[in-house]
């Protein structure tokens, strides 16, 4: 067709899967960002999700594509480090930057396999 169209059902299922994730694992990502990474008082919290949508706004209007995760995960370890560098628990901010460093190329070779399995099946 001439122009793009996503079905109600494709819709449906991306929010359902969202939505059943944030409820089976979100609470563990929230723990993390705010309070394992460095402990944030509501000002900080505040000031770290103002300076992350900031951020996303001026990414958006850019046309620079940006994760939210990212974005707010360097606010938040900006907002601790600005209190003082020591307060910023660096080994659990290195697991994050490596667990993103993996997800791309592991997203990567699943996707593939799925092509292959896929390719193969049909």
Request: net charge positive.
């Amino acid at each position: 067709g001439q122009s793009f169209y996503v079905p109600l059902w494709v819709v449906l299922t991306c929010q359902s899967a969202l939505a059943l994730g944030t409820l089976l694992g979100g609470w563990r990502i929230v723990h993390t960002m705010g309070s394992k990474i460095t402990r944030l008082n509501p000002m900080q919290g505040f000031c770290a999700e103002t300076g992350g949508a900031i951020t996303l706004f001026a990414a958006t209007w850019l046309g620079v594509p940006v994760s939210t995760t990212h974005t707010i995960t360097g606010a938040i370890i900006g907002v601790g480090a600005a209190r003082r560098v020591s307060a910023v628990r660096w080994g659990i901010a290195g697991n994050i930057v490596v667990a993103w460093v993996i997800t791309l190329p592991a997203t990567a070779a699943i996707s593939a396999l799925t092509y292959l399995v896929t390719r193969l099946a049909g």
